[in-house]
Each structure stands twice: as C-alpha cells, then as structure tokens.
C-alpha cells in the first residue's frame, strides 16, 4: 500500500501578526522539505491567524493575507503546503500549493454561527462540485475545520465517493474541558464514512478567551487512532503513513486528566495574552484567598516567578491568618511580595462622604469603597510599572454578581472568570499534589471563603454554599436550562428564583468585566449575549 510522509505543524499563530505567521509557516515549510515530506498541513486561517473576526471587514488586511500567502505560495518544492488563508470574496480557504504555485484552492463550505463563532458574518459558503487533488500518487480531499462535523452528506463523505484516499483536514478549534473526545469521535466517524484515513491538524496558544489545545491526529480508515500530537505544545511533527493503517515512527501524546488539562489551558491563555500583547509582567492582589492563590500559580507557571508581582492590601478587616496565608504564597513562588495598607485612604474616603451620607454604620458602599482602593493600587502599579493586572474573580461569582465593579473587576484579564468555585478548589488541591508540597497553604484551602470587607464576613452570609450554589449555575448558565427544569434536577425552588434572579441582574456587571480564558463550553464572553436591557422574567 503507498506510504505518504505527512507533516503535521500544529502552530501558535497571532491573530493579525501576517508577517509573524508566514515566517513560521516558511520555517516549517523548509524543514518539511529537508524531512522528504510529501505534504505538510497548516493551521485554518493560518495566515491571518483565528479567529480574525472585524480584521477581514478591512480590504488592505484581506489584501495583505493574500500576497503574504503568495509569498509562502512561491517557497513551496516538492512538498505540497495545505495553507489556511482569507481568499478574496470572502471565503475561508485552504490553498493547496506545489512547486511554486497554487494547485488549486479548497472553499469551508460549513461556516459556524454558534457559541464563539461568528463566521457568517464574515465569510460565504464555498460551494459547487467537489474534487480530490494527488499528492504523491494518491489522491487527496481537502477540507476545513468544521466541514469534518457535517456526516453522511457532507464534505468529506462525498470526497470518499469520489474515490479519496486520504482526508486532509485542517482546524482553529478551540478547546474546553473534555473537547478531544468529542473531536476524536468526529474524526473517527468521517474516516469511515469516508473509508480513508483522515489527518487532522489543529492550531495551539491563546487568542483573547480562546485557547487553541492541538492535540493533532492521525485516524485510519477503520477508524484506529493511529497518532496523536501533545496539547497546548507548538509541534512540527512528519509521520510516514501507510494508508492500510499504520504510522511511523509512533506517535501517540498522552492525554492529561482534567484538572490537568484545565490549568494547562488556564497557564496557556495567560501566557499568550501578556506576551502577544507586548507585556512581560504582571500584579496579581494577593488576598490570602484561594482564589487570588490559584490565579498567582497560573501566573507564575505561565510567565515565571521573576514576572509575578503579588500585592497584599490589608485593611481594617483583614485578619493576621490572611495576611500570613498571603506572604507565605508568595514566598512559595519566589515571586515579588508587597505589602500596602489601605487603611489610609479607606479612614480618607470615608471621613470625605461623611457629609453627604451622614452617621451610619458601615454598609455595602463602605465594601466597595475598600475593593476600588485595591483596584486604584493595582492600576497604579500598570501605569507606572507597566504590568498588567491579572483579576482573579472566578466563574461562581461572576455569575451572580458578587464582585465590585471598578474594583476586584479592575484589570487587563480574568484568569479564572470560568473557572467555578468547586473547580477552583479543585485545582488549589491539584497545584499541591502535582508539586509534591504545599504551595497554596492548606489554611487558604480550608478555610470559609470570605472577602473580609467587614467583620466576621464570610461568602456564605450572602451565598448558598458553594457547592449547592454552582450546580444551579451550571444548569441555568452553561446548560441554559429554565428555571423549571433546574427545580425538576431537585434543587431548593427558594434557592433558585433567588440565584436566577441575581444571574439576570448582573449582566451589565459582567459585560464591563476583562476578557478570560474560555475553559467551558459556554463561557461568560462571546459564547453567552444576554441583553443587558431585559425584562423577561421567569
């Protein structure tokens, strides 16, 4: 049976960054000819980088894109380039090109309009006849990303009729918790409907809330997985395949669990969203709580210890144990430790409103007023210092409104804003056990939540307890279950109006929050636009 050598080159790409991402591709082009291979495959929209999304609107970014490609178009020999690009039009296309020139252009002909993606609003649908190209005497389906979704009647099984051998299908699918199984299945599906072996090259690194995992693979046509490359890692990996249903040499990642898998993407959308945006440091509050704990070791782990600067800002509430949780993290880490009370300014600020508000006993303003304080501070240090402010409010909170605007929410990005309170416990336990020693201190762990913004506080004075608080919000937010369906899953009616209500409510707190990794399959972002002006009540 024919051996192809194929080169997988799973790559971070910049959105916008054209020049960036042709001198990558122009790389991995020139190592793909010295390897022998016989094709390569790049990234969907590789050349613009994914998702582009208003960039495509502009005629010069288009037109740039294109002689950009052309550029890659001319280095090509014998090893045919599958290149993602913006074609004139506009369409999402993949150009299959040989020897120094185009051998023809493959259209997307299935455009997503749902969760994350707008490519409707952008692209046209390719359409017509489809046609297989050879490539090193075997002849060869192209196709683009969710093209690979569409069974039976879609592209890729009507390449299979026409006599394909094997399936090129190249990607910008973006990750959430457990998405490889699903894509696994799809892949595994088309290569049989298809009867050829399917090679599917997915692109990796953070863009804005999108994180992009890889996880690249090689399916035969009896539906075997025959290789599978690394999550969240730039690979250029050649694989010589023989189309009856083997590779060489083997090449199968592991797949990591999914406390694992989660943080990786949580490290990695941080990583790419200080260092593509021209950033090298940031600050993080650290509060002694678990949540600004959790939010540092991403830091630490994304940008190393000598770019993380950890703030601590006690006030009048603060308790000792808190204040010793704090230092000690940081200590842990190895990182930049500070201490500045904001006791001054809060005794400044209260004696300030104190003629417009009168005699009373501290309330909710006085609460905020500490929070915009700290906020104040931290955004001081981004004006001065240049580092960008990490915020470290989770999913559970972002969703019910229990966070200040213009204070905690104050900053560049939201590391954990979908990451639920139980999860962020949960990752606190896996950051300690994968160090082997206690990083995050088991008192941070343990302890009740509270945002000591008044004496005795603690997050359940205000909340259900975490643990009967998120499963309601998973339901109604990610699931987008009615309030009905959520009580019939056995859950305390009064409890639900209650947090449904303040889910509602919150909305145009959440829609001044900073963007943050994208770790579920519906995340407060692009995935979820809710009207902020809304009086539909359940």
């Given at each position: ?156 099984a009507r390449q299979g009729a026409l006599g394909a051998e094997l399936i090129l299908n190249i990607n910008a699918s973006p990750f959430y918790a457990g998405r490889w ?358």
């Amino acid at each position: 049976m024919p051996v192809i050598r194929v080169g997988l080159a799973q790559l971070n790409m910049t959105v916008g960054d054209i020049d960036g991402n042709v001198a990558r591709m122009l790389e991995a082009l020139d190592e793909a000819e010295a390897a022998g291979a016989d094709v390569i495959l790049f990234p969907e929209l590789s050349v613009t980088g994914y998702p582009p999304e208003d960039l495509l609107l502009k005629p010069g970014f288009v037109a740039d894109n294109i002689k950009a490609l052309n550029k890659v178009v001319r280095r090509t020999r014998s090893c045919t380039a599958i290149i993602g690009f913006a074609e004139k039009g506009l369409y999402n296309s993949a150009c299959i090109a040989r020897d120094g020139k185009r051998i023809g252009v493959y259209r997307k002909r299935h455009l997503p309009n749902t969760a994350v993606f707008d490519e409707q609003r952008y692209f046209k649908a390719g359409r017509g006849g489809h046609r297989l190209w050879d490539i090193a005497g075997l002849q060869c389906g192209v196709s683009v990303c969710e093209d690979a979704w569409f069974p039976e009647d879609g592209p890729i099984a009507r390449q299979g009729a026409l006599g394909a051998e094997l399936i090129l299908n190249i990607n910008a699918s973006p990750f959430y918790a457990g998405r490889w199984r699903e894509r696994e299945a799809v892949v595994r599906a088309r290569a049989l409907e298809a009867g050829a072996p399917v090679v599917y090259v997915n692109q990796v690194g953070g863009q804005d809330e999108l994180v992009f995992e890889g996880g690249s693979m090689v399916m035969s046509a009896t539906g075997e997985l025959l290789a599978r490359l690394p999550q969240f890692t730039e690979e250029l990996v050649f694989v010589d395949l023989d189309v009856a249903g083997s590779v060489t040499p083997p090449t199968m990642a592991p797949v990591p669990d999914l406390d694992d898998e989660v943080y990786t993407a949580l490290v990695t959308g941080v990583r790419d969203y200080v260092r593509k945006n021209g950033f090298s440091d940031v600050v993080v509050a650290l509060s002694g709580g678990i949540d600004s704990s959790i939010v540092a070791c991403i830091a630490v782990d994304a940008l190393g210890p000598e770019h993380v600067h950890g703030i601590s800002m006690p006030s009048r509430y603060s308790s000792d144990g808190s204040r010793d949780d704090a230092r000690a993290l940081a200590e842990r880490l190895g990182i930049d430790f500070r201490t500045i009370a904001i006791e001054p300014a809060h005794a400044a600020f209260v004696e300030m409103l104190a003629p417009s508000f009168g005699e009373r006993p501290p309330n909710v303003t006085d609460e905020n007023l500490q929070s915009r304080i700290r906020g104040m501070v931290n955004m001081a240090f981004t004006n001065e210092k240049g580092w960008l402010t990490l915020t470290t409010g989770n999913k559970s909170e972002m969703a019910v409104g229990y966070f200040t605007l213009y204070g905690d929410s104050a900053g560049a990005y939201g590391v954990i804003k979908d990451v639920f309170k139980t999860e962020v416990w949960r990752l606190s336990r896996y950051v300690n056990a994968r160090a082997g020693r206690e990083i995050i201190p088991e008192d941070v762990i343990t302890k009740p939540p509270s945002a000591e913004l008044r004496p005795d506080q603690k997050d359940e004075d205000s909340l259900p307890p975490y643990e009967i608080l998120d499963p309601i919000l998973e339901a109604y937010v990610e699931r987008d279950q009615t309030r009905d369906e959520v009580v019939a899953a056995g859950h305390d009616p009064a409890i639900v109006d209650r947090i449904v209500r303040l889910v509602d409510l919150a909305e145009h707190k959440r829609r001044q929050s900073p963007p943050g990794t994208r770790v579920s399959p519906k995340a407060f972002g692009k995935d979820r636009r809710m009207p902020i002006t809304n009086g539909y009540r359940v």
